[in-house]
């Protein structure tokens, strides 16, 4: 049957179980848009291309499927940058499909185009621009593979507007053919041998465990390790919730604002277990002094970061969850010893804490947060302080229920990607959990949420600041606040003008009756808590220090 | 250390940008990189002489590796290897010093290849080493003009940098069987 470019993209969506995308139309992505009108395909309009970005990254975050983005040529393609190398940094699946001028328009400064397969390609796992309506279907096939399988990624698709209205003759080509793309899957058995041997050896083992454990599903082989050897397992950012967070067994999070205990253990340990972890510089601080008496080995199914930032003495290249179940097998039960008193002894003597003063204090909206929704509702946040609290003070009991932009640090991440969760977990509670100046960079979102009433629950502890910019300006730059102060917006009422609840909280005592308001409608609310404006985030590794050279 | 690679690249566009936007993001220095179709149109093959020590060159080959349109990677120093890169001198040639400079030539096993009224056109292949002493010896009669392609390399007796349809990419190379 004849078909036209852009009705092959649709079949080739819902030949993948592709039922959402998040998008914005435009000129060059007209066709694609008149096939979307009435495909089986739910479509969710964001207020800006970086919202879709996000959305799709969230929505991939929390579903393990991956997300899909649209955006005509030009500004709408180069408007999802941002959101696409954000995807890159943390490995997450995402295929985003941008429109482009026509084939004889391209090379020739065109009305909206951008060379967008030429931006993104050092942040895409892989890019395409599909020249000939006859590769379109192969070529969106591979994309959705090589975005799923192995190390995940974002690619992008573009597709110029001639290809999209081209007529075919469109037949399903087969399996994907790609002689250059292998990704490693079960590792080798003697590197498995080896990491088994050393972890019956070692006396002082620790878990360093991070988003490849949640992005492999691999939780419950981590959970099975540890306890089995009665190993402390300390998480990055991204790992949080790979390993429950009210686990005796857990030392919470390491790094620039983790545990003293985690950073302790590692510091202290004899063993490093990495698993799904890419040894970066806010986990790391001081390279030489990081877990300097140990042995390491590394579980990852990227033989590229195996000794890309540290030397690893036991690389184990697969998929984490085939690994360690592959370790797991072989292991003889270590019984109790005086490094787990010790690693007990330091979390009773280094507890995470803040002190009150009568005015709202952030740590603490976040631990009523985590009372309220018993550690159950799915956590996005934005970047900056209000997420390194996030990341404290919320017990995450499960994989992908905290969503945050890790390797690239991306301000306004948190409220679209809330979206994206929100749409792919349609009956549970989901917090973006933002800061005043994260918020105000996606906020035309709130028209989204509205738009299709996605009762997300934003709480934006509000400091007045550029929080964690005025921290290290606090503490680097002698106090001279440069252009941190914000003069913001009433939040509450900026909710309100877009439809929805807006909750302004200014004491403390008014912390639980909002949340309870908040929780009790099934509406977006935005709650604006006006907090302790120079509040820090502590314990903090000063940048370049050893990871056990903590502040506060 | 310098080390020689052979790589063999799906023949798409773009290919030779993402190899060459790898080396310069990750700050990999490339001391020349030469590239062509193989006699499988589809198919082009790189040789890229890279400067680094073990870490960085296990870096380099990890990180190419990753690229999709990267099909193999043959790190060829070690072996017996062919090499050959071809420079084009134009050389100052004034009749009288025509004959000094055909000499030179001469040495070099060079050809020339153009004449002009005041210059001569030189083409000589071989290894690095000898084009940059070529290149030393036309110095004092003053060079308007040089180019050179790069080095491309082969290994030596049957081993080869070749490619069968199913094999994963690996490091190093294939005997025939």
Not at chain 1, 285 to 297: H, M
Request: proline residues 6%; hydrophobic residues 40%.
């Amino acid at each position: 049957m004849k078909k036209t470019g852009a009705q092959v993209l649709v079949e080739s969506l819902l030949a993948q179980g592709v039922d959402t995308i998040f998008g914005y139309p435009g000129g060059a992505a007209l066709p694609i848009y008149d096939a979307l009108y009435d495909a089986d395909i739910k479509h969710y309009l964001t207020r800006h291309e970086q919202g879709a970005a996000h959305a799709a990254d969230g929505y991939a975050r929390a579903s393990g499927k991956p997300g899909v983005c649209l955006a005509t040529s030009g500004p709408g393609a180069t408007n999802l940058v941002t959101g696409i190398a954000n995807a890159y940094m943390d490995s997450i699946p995402m295929v985003a499909f941008t429109g482009q001028v026509a084939t004889s328009l391209l090379g020739k400064d065109s009305f909206q185009e951008a060379d967008i397969t030429g931006i993104t390609l050092p942040i895409t796992k892989h890019n395409y621009m599909v020249k000939d309506v006859e590769e379109l279907g192969q070529t969106i096939k591979e994309a959705f593979h090589i975005a799923t399988t192995g190390r995940p990624g974002p690619v992008l698709v573009d597709v110029p507007k001639d290809v999209s209205s081209a007529v075919t003759e469109y037949e399903d080509s087969g399996p994907v053919h790609l002689p250059g793309y292998s990704p490693a899957c079960k590792p080798d058995p003697q590197q498995v041998s080896r990491a088994v041997r050393a972890i019956e050896e070692a006396e002082r083992p620790v878990i360093y465990a991070g988003g490849g454990v949640v992005n492999s599903g691999a939780h419950g082989e981590l959970k099975a390790l540890a306890e089995k050897m009665l190993m402390p397992v300390a998480t990055t950012l991204m790992g949080l919730g790979g390993f429950p967070g009210d686990h005796p067994l857990s030392v919470g999070m390491l790094g620039m604002h983790g545990s003293k205990y985690a950073n302790y253990a590692i510091s202290e340990c004899d063993l490093l277990v990495a698993v799904g972890v890419r040894f970066d510089d806010r986990v790391t601080g001081k390279l030489e002094s990081f877990a300097p008496n140990a042995r390491v080995i590394h579980i990852d199914i990227d033989p590229a970061e195996i000794g890309k930032n540290v030397r690893v003495d036991i690389p184990v290249v697969g998929d984490v969850k085939i690994c360690l179940k592959e370790i797991l097998e072989k292991l003889e039960p270590r019984v109790q010893s005086a490094w787990n008193g010790t690693i007990n002894k330091w979390k009773k003597e280094y507890p995470l804490g803040y002190t009150e003063n009568g005015r709202i204090k952030p740590q603490q909206v976040i631990q009523e947060i985590c009372k309220i929704t018993q550690g159950k509702a799915r956590i996005a946040t934005e970047v900056g302080q209000h997420q390194m609290w996030a990341a404290q003070y919320y017990t995450f009991s499960r994989p992908r229920s905290f969503i945050s932009s890790g390797g690239l640090g991306t301000m306004g991440f948190g409220f679209p990607a809330a979206i994206g969760v929100q749409v792919a977990c349609p009956g549970e509670t989901v917090f973006d959990i933002a800061g005043d100046g994260s918020f105000q960079m996606n906020i035309q979102e709130l028209a989204t949420v509205v738009n299709y009433n996605l009762p997300v629950k934003v709480a934006i502890l509000n400091n007045g600041y550029l929080g964690m910019v005025r921290q290290w300006q606090e503490l680097f730059f002698n106090r001279r606040y440069s252009y941190t102060e914000m003069n913001n917006p009433e939040f509450s009422k900026v909710a309100e003008a877009y439809g929805a609840v807006g909750i302004k909280i200014t004491s403390p005592s008014d912390i639980r009756p909002a949340l309870e308001h908040a929780l009790s409608v099934d509406r977006p609310v935005v709650m604006d808590f006006i907090t302790d404006p120079e509040e820090n985030v502590l314990p903090m590794v000063p940048p370049g220090e050893a990871i056990n050279k903590m502040l506060g | 250390m310098r080390h020689t690679l052979a790589v063999l690249v799906e023949n798409n566009p773009g290919v030779l940008a993402r190899v060459a936007g790898l080396f310069s993001r990750r700050g990999f220095n490339i001391d020349s990189l030469a590239v062509g179709r193989t006699d499988n149109p589809t198919i082009s093959r790189m040789t890229i002489v890279v400067e680094g020590d073990a870490r960085v060159l296990e870096q380099v080959n990890k990180q190419l590796n990753k690229l999709v349109d990267v099909i193999k990677i043959s790190d060829i120093t070690a072996d017996e290897y062919v090499d050959r890169e071809l420079v084009l001198i134009k050389v100052n040639a004034d009749p009288a010093i025509r004959g000094e400079i055909m000499q030179v030539a001469d040495v070099f096993r060079a050809r020339i290849v153009d004449l002009g009224k005041k210059t001569l056109t030189l083409e000589c292949t071989g290894n690095d080493g000898k084009i940059n002493a070529f290149e030393e010896s036309l110095q004092p009669y003053g060079i308007k003009e040089l180019v050179r392609t790069g080095k491309i390399a082969m290994q030596r007796g049957s081993r080869y940098t070749g490619f069968s349809d199913g094999n994963p990419k690996v490091m190093g190379n294939r005997e025939e069987e």
